[in-house]
C-alpha cells in the first residue's frame, strides 16, 4: 500500500470516529427507544413502540409538546419578522451609531444563557409574564433573533442597492418596492431563519426552565422526569425531539446551500 | 417659444463639501437624442440620475414641460432607466421582469401580458421569456433592460453606459439598434457615454461636461469642427493642437508659429487672436493628407514618421518634425495604400488652412 493510500485510510478512519463519538450518544437513544426492555442494555430486549405509545398516553408530556410547539411557531414568526427588519435596517440605511446597533443586535446569544434567563425571570416577574408562554416566547425571540438577522443580512449583502432603485424607478413605491422585491429575493432566507429559529425554540432548555412556570416546554418536562426516576420514554422523547430539531435544521441548510451555490455560480 | 421639454436650471449637487455637479444648465426638446459625456467624475450620471429622481439637486431647478420636478418620487416620475448593471430583477423571469412596471401601474393581467409581449417580441427576446436572469447573456440581459423600460411606453429613455458592459461587436449592433429604436418610438433618449465614438455615432446633440460643469452643448458635428476650448478639442479626440504667437496678415488670415513651424488658418468671425498674442489652432487629423512631396499651397509641413496605427481600415499616422513639434494625420487605408509609410521616413503632411480653427481665446 503507498503512502498516500495509507493517509487516506487514516483520515478517513479518523474521521468516522468524530463522527461516531458525536452520533453515538443520539444513535443508542434512538435505538434504545424501540427497546422493549425497561433498562438500556444489550442484547437488545426486542422491537417495541411501548415507550412512544406511553409518552403519547402521558398528558404531562402531551402538554409539554404542545407547549413547546406553540412558543417554537410564535418564536420563529416573531424572531424571523424582527431579524428581517433589522437586516433590512443594516443594509438600506447609514446613521451615527450604525456599528452600535449593529453590535447590540448581535448580543444576546452570546451572554450566558443561565443569566439571560435569570434576568427574563426577574424582569418578566415584574411585567407580569412569568410563567406564561408568552413569557418562553420573549425569551426565546431575544435569544433566537440575532440569528435570522444573520441569514438575512447574508443574503440581503447579495443584492445589487441598484435593483431596489430600479424598483422605484418602474413606478414601484417603496412598499411595493418590499413585498415585490427584497422580501422575495430574501425569501430563503427568510425560510431559513423561521426553520432555525424554530429549531432554537424547540431546544432550548434554560430560559424555558427559568421562565416557564408550569407551562413547562417539552425539554423542561424531560428533565423534570429524569429528576424523579430514569424511564426509558425519555429515549422516544428525545428521538422525537430530535427528529423535529434535525429537520428544521437540515430544511434551513438545504435553503442556504442552494443560495450559496448560486452565488457561486454568478461569481463564477 | 415653445416649453422646451425637460429644463435644467442652474442644477447643482453636492456630496458633502464635494461638487459632483456644479452648476448646469440646458434644455431637451421632445424626440431628441441627447448624449451626456465626459470622464469618469464629471457629474454626467449624477446629472442623469437627478433627472430620474434617485438623486436631489443641491440647488437649481428641473422640469418637466415647465413644471417643477425636484420633489417628484423617482416612483412617480415617467423617466425609466437602462441601468449600466442592468439592474434587472434575479429572482423574476424575464416575462415577469418586463411585466413589473406595467404592475405597478396596476394594468390589468391579461394587457400586462400582451404588452411585455409585444416589448419581448420587438426586441427578441421573446424566445426564453421563461427563462430566469442568470441563464442570459450580457446582450440579452442589455435586451430585457430595454424591454423592461419601454414596456411603460415612457415619453423619455434615460440610459446610463448602455453599451459598456457589452463585447465590441455586440457594442456596435447595439448601438444602431438604439439609434433605430429611437427613430421608430420618436421619444427622447438621454443617454451617458464616457466614449465620444458612441456618443458621436447616436446623438442629435451632446453634452460634454467636465468637474460638474458644461464644457459644450452641439450636433456631434459642430462638437468636431468647432470645439469650444481645449478640453472639449483633447476630450473628443482625433484633433491635432498647435500653440504659438499668432501674427495677423495683410490679407486678414492668421500665421502661428507653432512648434511644427508656420501655420495659417483664417480668422474666426469674431474674437480672433490679435498679433503677438498666444493662440491654439485645431486641425482635425482626418484632415490633413499625407503625400511624399509637397506642391507649395496650403499648409505644408514636412516631418519623419515615427508611429502607425491601424484601427480597422483608419490608419493614424504619428509624425514628429525636425523641430520636434508633433502632429498626427487619420486616413483610411485606401487613402494611403501607395504612400510609403516606413517609421523614420520623411513625408509631407498637408492641409488647407480653412480646415483650421482657432480655440476661442
Known sequence: MSMAALRRLLLLAYTALVFAFIFAPIVSTIVFSFNADRFPSLPWGGFSLQWYEAIFADATIQRGLTNSLVVAGATCIIATFLGFSAAYVDYRYRFLGKSVYLALAALPPTVPVVILGVALLTFEGRVGLSGTLQ???????????????????????????????????????????????????????????????????????????????????LPVRVLAMLQGQVSPRINAIGAIVFGVSITLIVLAQLLLGRLSGRAARRKG | MATPMIELDRVAKHYGGQAAVADVSFTIDKGEFIALMGPSGCGKTTTLRMIAGLDQPSSGEIRLWGRRLNEDAPWERDAPLVWQSYALFPFLSVRKNVEFGLKQRRLPAPERRKKAEEWMERLGIAGFAERGIDQLSGGQRQRVALARALALEPEMLLLDEPLSALDPHLRVRMQSEL???????????????????????????????????????GAPREIHRRAANRFVAEFVGGNNLFTGTARVEANGAIA??????????????????????????????????????????????????????????????????????????????????????AVGQPVVARWSPSQGFFLPG
Open chain 2, 256 to 341: 502661428l508659429e507653432s512648434p511644427v513651424g508656420t501655420v495659417h488658418a483664417p480668422a474666426p468671425s469674431e474674437g480672433g487672436p490679435a498679433s503677438g498674442t498666444t493662440a491654439t489652432l485645431v486641425v482635425p487629423a482626418d484632415r490633413i493628407e499625407l503625400a511624399s512631396a509637397g506642391t507649395g499651397t496650403g499648409n505644408e509641413v514636412t516631418a519623419r514618421v515615427v508611429t502607425v496605427e491601424f484601427v480597422g481600415t483608419t490608419v493614424t499616422v504619428f509624425l514628429e518634425t525636425e523641430g520636434g513639434g508633433e502632429l498626427r494625420a487619420q486616413r483610411s487605408l485606401h487613402e494611403i495604400e501607395n504612400t510609403p509609410l
Open chain 1, 135 to 217: 413569557g418562553i416566547i420573549v425569551g426565546h425571540v431575544v435569544l433566537s433573533t440575532p440569528f435570522a438577522m444573520a441569514l438575512v443580512r447574508m443574503r440581503l449583502a447579495d443584492l445589487d442597492p441598484d435593483i431596489e432603485r430600479a424598483a422605484w424607478n418602474l413606478g414601484a413605491s417603496p412598499w411595493a418596492t418590499m413585498f415585490g422585491v427584497i422580501v422575495p429575493f430574501c425569501l430563503p432566507a427568510i425560510l431559513a431563519a423561521l426553520f432555525l429559529t424554530a429549531a432554537v425554540s424547540f431546544d432550548e432548555f434554560m430560559i424555558a426552565w427559568f421562565v416557564s412556570g408550569v407551562n413547562e416546554t
Open chain 2, 179 to 217: 439609434v433605430r429604436l429611437h427613430r421608430e418610438l420618436g421619444i427622447t433618449f438621454i443617454c451617458v457615454t464616457h466614449s465620444h465614438s458612441e456618443a458621436f455615432a447616436m446623438a442629435d446633440r451632446v453634452v460634454i461636461m467636465n468637474e460638474g460643469r458644461i464644457q459644450q452643448i
